[in-house]
């Protein structure tokens, strides 16, 4: 435990000196989330996808932040040296999974107090449910980004995990149609993909309707997360040539 808050005062004290990683993490969600508000200003559209931009963006950031932070580590020599001491894999990721949790909870507070207070996002349910599933939604993001960072060897190869790991969800997450809408098998797979059970619960905590189905969507993402930090963990190399 000492060695996995060892690794999360590290990570944390690097992105302290990170401005611009600092302003692409805590910021840029925001803004995006604004822009969509102000594409449809005087339309119902925002109330709708709203919270599914609360899902979407924090997700998308933390991933890429995450997974490419991760892969520097190993580029540049640090993981081959930290793993040399007394430190396992597992204490190394669970230890990047919480530094970059603490920022997430920063990064969501503020994306959803700036989509209901000057976005004007209306939600109906607990504010505080909705920033706890927002959150959720970022550590999920964070961890299959430290899943693909295990895979990757450059920074590049990481930017090719987007395609296979978060398009997809993104289009079958019932965003742009509906899933009940979707064919039904594209239908199909969207209900196993985390994204989808993310946005279906904090669309469910907005329309004040939280119910069974709800606990259920956060209890998938909880097992999503789990399973890549477990993946991230056996499968990270010391080094990346």
């Known amino acids: 435990m000492k ?49 599914a931009m609360i899902a979407l963006f924090p997700f998308v950031v933390m991933f890429l932040v995450t997974s490419i932070s991760t892969l520097r580590e190993r580029r540049s020599g640090t993981l081959e040296c930290l793993l040399s ?26 994306a959803v107090v700036f989509a209901i207070w000057v976005c004007g996002l209306e939600i109906e349910g607990s504010f505080w449910l909705l920033f706890a599933v927002a959150a959720l939604d970022a550590l999920l993001g964070i961890s299959l980004g430290l899943m693909a960072s295990a895979f990757a060897r450059t920074e590049f190869q990481v930017v090719q995990f987007m395609p296979a790991l978060v398009i997809p969800q993104f289009l079958l997450a019932g965003i742009i149609l509906p899933r009940d809408q979707l064919p039904g098998v594209l239908d199909a797979i969207g209900d ?37 930090l477990l993946v991230g963990s056996l499968t990270l190399r010391r080094r990346t040539a």
């Open 192 to 228: 196993w993909l985390p994204l989808s059970h993310a946005i279906d619960a904090l669309s469910d905590v907005a329309a004040g309707t939280v119910d069974s189905a709800t606990a259920s969507s956060m209890l998938v993402i909880v097992a999503w997360i789990a399973a890549a």
């Open 85 to 110: 001491m007394p430190l396992a894999k597992g204490e190394f990721i669970f230890g990047f999974a919480l530094a970059f949790t603490l920022v997430a909870i920063l990064q969501t507070m503020i």
């Open 3 to 51: 060695r996995t808050l060892a690794t999360t005062a590290r990570v944390l004290a690097q992105v302290r000196h990170d401005p611009q990683t600092i302003a692409l993490m805590l910021i840029v969600p925001s803004l995006l989330i604004g822009l969509i508000a102000w594409i449809f200003t005087d339309t119902p559209a925002f109330s709708r996808i709203g919270p």
